[in-house]
Nanobody, 130 residues
């Protein structure tokens, strides 16, 4: 059974940092493309960051330079380090996974393909106050 469980969300003031984790099980993690997307109330979902099975990464322009996606293949865990947080980063953050990913990961993120990844977690809430 595939499981993706996010943790690490919380409330922080603008300028602060949080690190999200996504613990996974039930699939061959090292073969999968992994990523994060978010959704704020009343807003559409937005791809945030992606990392492919070769370790290449891509980020949404809105988080570039502030967020870092990383993974620990030995622990089958995905991370999102979020620095210099802004109130507009407030959202529920989801991790997602898919093996059948082709093409540029930058395009996969920008075109929203990540939003249709086969597996996703239940999300973790991030609230940034001004």
């Amino acid at each position: 059974q595939v499981q993706l469980v996010e943790s690490g969300g919380g409330s922080v003031q603008a300028g602060g940092s949080l690190r999200l984790s996504c613990a996974t099980s039930g699939f061959t993690y090292s073969s999968y493309c992994m990523g994060w997307f978010r959704q704020a109330p009343g807003n559409k979902r937005e791809g945030v960051a992606i990392i492919d099975s070769d370790g290449r990464t891509s980020y949404a322009d809105s988080v570039k330079g502030r967020f870092t996606i990383a993974e620990d293949n030995a622990k089958n865990t995905l991370y999102l380090q979020m620095n210099s947080l802004k109130p507009e980063d407030t959202a529920t953050y989801y991790c997602a996974a898919d093996a059948a990913v082709h093409g540029s990961i930058a395009a996969i993120l920008a075109l929203g393909v990540i939003l249709d990844f086969r597996y996703r977690g239940q999300g973790t809430q991030v609230t940034v106050s001004s």
